[in-house]
C-alpha cells in the first residue's frame, strides 16, 4: 500500500471512529481520553484531593479528563493538584499547571519540584510513547527507555501509597517491562481499554504501592 492511500485509510477509519466522534461531541482534544476514563472507572484512579503529575500530556485530553474529574464548579479551580509535562506545547487546560520542556532536564525538574511545593504525587501518568521508525529493535528500545524514564520519575515523586499508569506496547521488551514494573509496585495490571484500537499492540500497565 502506497502511503497516500495508506493516510487515506487511516483518516477515513479514523474520522469513522466512534471514540474520535464521542471526543468531539465531549469537547475532549483527543480520543485517548476514553482509555484514562475506563480505567479509572474500573480502578477508582482518581479522587478529589489528589497530587496527580500527567507526563507526555500534549494535547491535553488526559489533563482536561483531571480537571473535570477535580473540578470545584468555577470552571477554574480544582480540589487537587495537576502538573502536566510535554515537550510539545499545549492550549492552556483551566486549573491545570502546565510545564513545556523534557523532564530530564535539571531545570524543568527544578519547575516540577517549585510546584509539587515539597508534596509528593498520588498518581502518575503517563501516556508518552516515542516516534516511531519502523525498526522493530530501534523502536522497542525507545519503548523500553520511555518506561524506564517513567518508571524512574515515579520512584522519586510517588507517595509509598501512589500509583503509576503508563502507556506500553506489547511487544519484544514488554516482558523486560513487566518484571521492572513488579519489582517496583506490589501490584501491576495490564489494562485493554476498549478505546484501544483492536490492531494496536498498546497496552497499559498500572502499578499500585511502591516495594
Not at 502511503?3 to 474520522?15: E, G, R
Not at 509509598?160 to 514488554?174: E, I, M
Request: with cysteine; charged share 25%; glycine share 8%.
Amino acid at each position: 500500500m502506497s502511503k497516500n492511500k495508506f493516510n487515506k485509510s487511516w483518516m477515513k477509519n479514523h474520522l469513522g471512529d466512534p471514540f474520535v466522534k464521542q471526543a468531539q461531541k465531549d469537547g475532549y482534544r483527543a480520543r485517548a481520553v476514553y482509555k484514562l476514563s475506563e480505567i479509572d472507572e474500573d480502578a477508582q484512579l482518581i479522587w478529589p484531593g489528589q497530587v496527580i503529575v500527567d507526563l507526555g500530556c500534549a494535547p491535553g485530553s488526559w489533563s482536561q479528563y483531571l480537571a473535570r474529574k477535580l473540578g470545584t464548579g468555577d470552571g477554574q479551580t480544582l480540589n487537587g493538584t495537576v502538573i502536566g509535562l510535554d515537550m510539545l506545547p499545549m492550549e492552556p487546560v483551566p486549573g491545570i499547571h502546565f510545564i513545556q520542556g523534557d523532564f530530564r532536564e535539571e531545570s524543568v525538574l527544578h519547575e516540577l519540584e517549585t510546584l509539587l511545593d515539597g508534596k509528593k504525587a498520588d498518581l502518575v501518568l503517563s501516556d508518552m510513547a516515542p516516534n516511531l521508525s519502523g525498526i522493530a529493535s530501534a523502536d522497542a528500545a525507545r519503548v523500553e527507555y520511555l518506561m524506564e524514564l517513567a518508571l524512574d520519575f515515579a520512584t522519586a515523586h510517588l507517595k509509598p501509597s501512589g500509583a503509576l499508569l503508563v502507556k506500553c506496547f506489547n511487544g519484544s521488551t514488554y516482558n523486560d517491562i513487566l518484571k521492572r514494573f513488579r519489582d517496583t509496585f506490589v501490584t501491576v495490571t495490564p489494562k485493554k481499554p476498549k478505546a484501544s484500537r483492536d490492531y494496536s499492540s498498546e497496552i497499559f500497565l498500572l502499578g499500585r504501592k511502591l516495594r
